[in-house]
T-cell receptor
Framework: EAGVAQSPRYKIIEKRQSVAFWCNPISGHATLYWYQQILGQGPKLLIQFQNNGVVDDSQLPKDRFSAERLKGVDSTLKIQPAKLEDSAVYLC?????????????FGEGSRLTVL | GDSVTQMEGPVTLSEEAFLTINCTYTATGYPSLFWYVQYPGEGLQLLLKATKADDKGSNKGFEATYRKETTSFHLEKGSVQVSDSAVYFCALSANQAGTALIFGKGTTLSVSS
């Protein structure tokens, strides 16, 4: 079974530029999450999708971050304009329908450096 | 709100030593508790879980018991190996459908031969 795929693995941009990250969850997984992991901290939830609907985006900085999950499969997370404090690893995770709450499958992450 | 606190790292041990990584939580209701592990260059993966009080999760020689009275879920292993070197995250999920994970800050374990 293929895992959660993310790209790009690494991205370096200047502040005020924009960036987009892509995630392809495990086939059939209805729930998709984006987490932000700043160096030395645990992952923090940015947004959760159920199919193509948003379940929780309460911690997403909506003035600069946006995310979508068209057709309930792939998802894209965008940052525009980026700030220095956005330097982090962006993790995508998915969960099977009916799976144990909290049993998530994670991708390897996309590491963003903002200069 | 709900939160997880785990011991600061790094933890440095010799092979075959006993490991304990402390984790305590704050939550309303009765959450499920998890330990996730991140090996170098890999994504986070579930190590073990417990869904109710007094449950013991176990996997790969690691164990953790859900202690409601002390709101703890400490990770233990009797004899660590070099291959156990990784970052370990304690996490909780409120027992409601679709609730996301809340993570601790992570503890880095380094095991030397």
């Amino acid at each position: 079974e293929a895992g959660v795929a993310q790209s790009p693995r690494y991205k370096i941009i200047e502040k005020r530029q924009s960036v987009a990250f892509w995630c392809n969850p495990i086939s059939g997984h209805a729930t998709l999450y984006w987490y932000q992991q700043i160096l030395g901290q645990g992952p923090k939830l940015l947004i959760q999708f159920q199919n193509n609907g948003v379940v929780d985006d309460s911690q997403l900085p909506k003035d600069r971050f946006s995310a979508e999950r068209l057709k309930g499969v792939d998802s894209t997370l965008k940052i525009q304009p980026a700030k220095l404090e956005d330097s982090a690893v962006y993790l995508c995770a998915s969960r099977a329908s009916g799976g144990t709450s909290g049993e998530l499958f994670f991708g390897e992450g996309s590491r963003l450096t903002v200069l | 709100g709900d939160s997880v606190t785990q011991m600061e790292g790094p933890v440095t041990l010799s092979e075959e030593a006993f490991l304990t990584i402390n984790c305590t939580y704050t939550a309303t209701g009765y959450p499920s508790l998890f330990w996730y592990v991140q090996y170098p260059g890999e994504g986070l993966q579930l190590l073990l879980k417990a869904t109710k009080a007094d449950d013991k999760g176990s996997n790969k020689g690691f164990e953790a018991t859900y202690r409601k009275e002390t709101t703890s879920f400490h990770l233990e292993k009797g004899s660590v190996q070099v291959s156990d070197s990784a970052v370990y995250f304690c996490a909780l999920s409120a027992n409601q459908a679709g609730t996301a994970l809340i993570f601790g800050k992570g503890t880095t374990l380094s095991v030397s031969s």
